[in-house]
């Protein structure tokens, strides 16, 4: 895909959806970094609900290291690997108490060094939350840089650093928020709606179908 071509995607993403936002809900960084964690392999909408109740009952570092593991399980048991994420969950309480005066440290090197915290994860945050043009490379977005041609690649990180050359600057803001949206609500994996895609002309895949459900 050229740069005429990507510069009208992202215009053509940016005019359905001016101004995209995560449909994970929180309230603060902390409480952000806690539902990223826990979208691992789960759906924005199971982490929700479940974080609908944990909120109300601890949403600072200092309430998840008072739960505790034993104590944080009941309410993220819905969500799949909720042992290994409780764990993690609570250790990343504590660090940040210990380390980082309570508050979601703004470095990637800083947030990968708290537990269960990778680079996706990482990424999410650093532009969620601070503000930074990261593009956070999920299944939804790494199949639609690959199927529409807009950054190829064989890895995540490999289309995440295609991706970071290829968007525009005045688009790298909300580029993962447009790409994983579109993923998720139009260029699905099994049956892609082409029929409704508002950059259907643009895109390189060949097997294009007429599904405009």
């Known amino acids: 895909m050229n740069r005429k071509s990507r510069s009208a995607l992202f215009a053509r993403l940016k005019k359905r959806l001016p101004h995209p936002t995560s449909e994970l809900k929180y309230h603060s960084d902390f409480e952000l970094l806690v539902a990223v964690m826990l979208s691992a392999q789960a759906t924005d909408a199971s982490v929700n ?23 944080l399980k009941p309410y993220i048991k819905s969500i799949g690997l909720f042992n290994s994420k409780a764990k993690n969950i609570v250790a990343t309480a504590r660090l940040l108490l210990r380390d980082h005066g309570g508050k979601v440290p703004d470095s990637r090197q800083a947030l990968q060094a708290l537990p269960g915290v990778g680079r996706k994860t990482a990424n999410v945050v650093l532009n969620a939350a601070f503000g930074y043009p990261t593009i956070a490379v999920d299944t939804h977005i790494f199949r639609v840089a690959n199927r529409t041609g807009l950054a190829p690649g064989k890895t995540p990180l490999a289309v995440e650093m295609k991706l970071l050359e290829a968007v525009p600057n005045a688009y790298k803001q909300h580029a993962h928020h447009w790409l994983i949206l579109h993923g998720r609500y139009t260029c699905l994996a099994r049956r892609p709606k082409c029929g409704q895609c508002a950059i259907n002309d643009l895109c390189d895949y060949p097997d294009k179908t007429n599904d405009a459900a």
């Open 49 to 71: 609900q479940a974080t609908a109740r944990l909120f109300q009952k601890a949403n600072t570092p200092e309430g998840i290291a008072k739960l505790g593991v034993r104590g």
